[in-house]
């Protein structure tokens, strides 16, 4: 028999404070309003009040501590209360704005979602602590959204280098195939306009192109390249404005390759020490596969299949009401939009892989589903997949065309 007499902690983080509510069993508050922000001290001083609470409830007692699961924010408080040795519940934020949608009055303020989360790890029977439970997988994770970044930011600086482009030298795209191949940018960032490319002679200009495209670029082709420069009207007043951006951003392009690079190696490093049969699975390759992994996390997080489908927003929206029922065959699109793409580029793959999927993306387009509905049937099914492999951690036998 459990005599323990329980209190409950319920934290709200945000980037600067946290604010902190406790209850008793019964809901009364013991701790209202007490704001900490993220210093030893104030942590220190949280844990002085939770002993002192304790102190004065006669026989044994026992606290359980509640947050939302907000990223960066939470991250360094939980790993902190963790190794202290405290019990802590993460709650995703879908789960905390459904219970405030409980109450009737529509309020949000910060003592009032800590409120909230103190109230929900009151009424969990009995209220179990979760974790991160690999750290390894987390840190996947983050380098893969480190990874995911930086390709956002190199494509941007892409399309400016194209409008830079478009607006100096509005035909180097016809003459030059390739503008981000390795000539292309060396030509780019030697020049930058059409200008100074004229002001240097064929002669060096040659060598220069035959070096960088390792002589794949024959003479008669930098002959066009080179006429094109003197034939294209141009904007002298914008040349040197230009050729400044222009270097600066193909400067910023190289850099984000060495950097994607170098996050790419330490994914593969992870890779190897996580020892998964991810890869196994059809559609699922070096890339796509940290993304998935990374994104998921533990897979004891998970007690089924279907709640990692829900998990990655694929499970499909229901309305129902009395004898009406409405599934209009859209996604729920919650959780991770990285996830969600990796496993749709993962599924357009498969379904060229693998006789089952392929065979259950034709069955959908021949209900007179749309090739993206069927391709989002084909992703969740693809996930149940990475479920059973993850789970059993046995590989996936490709079923042959």
Avoid at 46 to 64: F, M, Q, R, T
Avoid at 205 to 234: D, M
Wanted: glycine share 6%.
């Amino acid at each position: 028999m459990n005599n323990k007499t329980m209190f409950y902690v319920g934290i709200d983080v945000s980037k600067d404070k946290s604010d902190i509510c406790i209850k008793d069993e019964k809901g009364n508050d013991l701790i209202h309003g007490f704001e900490m922000t993220y210093k030893k001290a104030d942590l220190e001083m949280l844990y002085e009040i939770i002993e002192s609470i304790k102190s004065k409830i006669p026989g044994n007692s026992d606290v359980v501590i509640g947050m939302e699961a907000t990223g960066i924010y939470s991250l360094p408080l939980y790993s902190n209360l963790k190794k202290d040795g405290y019990k802590v519940k993460l709650y995703n934020p879908i789960q905390t704005n459904g219970y405030r949608k409980i109450n009737i009055r529509k309020t949000k303020t910060d003592p009032i979602d800590s409120a909230i989360i103190a109230d929900m790890l009151r009424h969990s029977e009995p209220p179990q602590a979760s974790e991160i439970q690999d750290m390894q997988l987390f840190q996947l994770r983050e380098l893969v959204r480190i990874r995911h970044r930086l390709i956002e930011k190199q494509a941007l600086c892409k399309t400016q280098i194209i409008r830079n482009i478009d607006t100096i030298w509005p035909d180097y795209g016809g003459a030059m195939k390739g503008v981000f191949g390795a000539a292309s940018l060396a030509i780019l960032k030697k020049y930058s306009v059409p200008s100074k490319l004229r002001n240097e002679s064929f002669e060096k200009f040659y060598e220069l192109i035959k070096k960088k495209s390792r002589s794949k670029i024959s003479r008669s082709k930098a002959e066009e390249i080179y006429a094109n420069a003197g034939n294209i009207l141009t904007i002298p007043e914008l040349d040197s404005v230009m050729s400044i951006e222009i270097k600066t951003l193909i400067t910023q392009l190289e850099l984000y390759d060495e950097q994607i690079h170098s996050i790419e190696g330490k994914i593969d490093q992870m890779m190897k020490l996580t020892d998964t049969k991810i890869m196994s699975i059809p559609g699922i390759a070096d890339i796509l596969g940290p993304i998935i992994l990374g994104e998921i996390g533990a897979i004891e997080r998970f007690s089924n299949a279907k709640k990692l489908v829900a998990f990655a927003g694929l499970d499909p929206v229901v309305s129902q009401s009395g004898r009406f029922e409405n599934k209009s065959g859209k996604i729920s699109k919650r959780g991770s939009p990285l996830l969600r793409r990796a496993l749709f580029l993962a599924a357009n793959s498969a379904i060229q892989n693998d006789e089952n999927l392929k065979r259950f993306y034709a069955k959908k387009r021949s209900e007179g589903k749309h090739h993206f509905s069927a391709l989002n049937a084909v992703a969740a099914k693809l996930l149940r997949i990475v479920y059973w492999v993850l789970k059993n951690n046995k590989e996936y036998q490709i079923q042959p065309n």
